[in-house]
């Protein structure tokens, strides 16, 4: 069991609603990634959070947004929802140090539906 | 646009059996590459992982072939067992900047190991 969770477990929405999904680091573990994963695709990375900082974005628009809180748990808030948002909504975490690719120990997810 | 092409997409193998799943990558940059397995209702972990100055590294019964001039990884499963099957993603990382280290990930492929 890898002790990262995410909340909810699953989630649906209108289109044009926002959403905040929540993610709870594994303990030590002070960077967090979150990634898009469509149905029957790979996750797209969305962006990554070191030390409450954005330090990585990926192909995604300004609405998608995140925060990271002083505990190092995360959030990913998306706004004006489209269709093509529907998606499971994955985070992962990093454990602290200095680090050349630490493994990315990932959460169960989100499934997000927007209708 | 950084991408990681990934077949086939699913693949039934006999038990005791072979299953071999291949990527192939652009940008080369990437500078490591770890393979996941993911189940349903769960996210992604980490099997095994290569770094390109390394042409096969094994563990278990999984093996990662790296061929760098080819820009072509492959992973191998030995001994193939029911409770293989599973979802398998390969992927490829960068340091996109300050630390950040983004996967990118390939479509999947989905093995049914058959008894």
């Known amino acids: 069991e890898t002790g990262v969770t995410q909340s909810p477990t699953h989630l649906i929405k209108t289109r044009g609603q926002q959403v905040t999904l929540r993610c709870s680091s594994q303990s030590g573990h002070n960077t967090v990634s979150w990634y898009q994963q469509a149905l029957g695709q790979g996750p797209q990375f969305i962006f990554q959070?070191?030390?409450?900082?954005?330090?990585g974005r990926g192909n995604f628009p300004p609405r998608f947004s995140g925060l990271q809180f002083p505990n190092y748990s995360s959030e990913l808030n998306v706004n004006a929802l489209e269709l093509d948002d529907s998606a499971l909504y994955l985070c992962?975490?990093?454990?602290?140090?200095?680090?050349?690719?630490?493994?990315?120990?990932f959460g169960p997810g989100t499934r997000l539906t927007v209708l | 646009q950084q991408q990681v092409k990934q077949s086939p997409q699913s693949l039934i193998v006999q038990k005791g059996g072979i299953s071999i799943i291949n990527c192939a990558y652009e940008?080369?940059?990437?500078?490591?590459f770890p393979w996941y397995q993911q189940f349903p209702g769960k996210g992604p972990a980490l099997l095994i992982a290569?770094?390109?100055?390394?042409s096969e590294k094994k563990e278990g019964r999984f093996t990662i072939s790296f061929n760098k001039s080819a820009k072509q990884f492959s992973l191998h499963i030995m001994d193939s067992q029911p409770g293989d099957s599973a979802t398998y993603f390969c992927a490829a990382s960068i340091d996109s900047g300050a630390g950040s280290y983004q996967l990118t990930f390939g479509k999947g492929t989905k093995l049914s190991v058959i008894p």
């Open positions: 992962a975490s990093t454990p602290s140090g200095t680090g050349f690719h630490n493994e990315q120990f």
């Open positions: 940008n080369t940059a990437f500078d490591y």
């Open positions: 959070y070191y030390r409450e900082e954005e330090n």
């Open positions: 290569i770094r390109p100055d390394v």
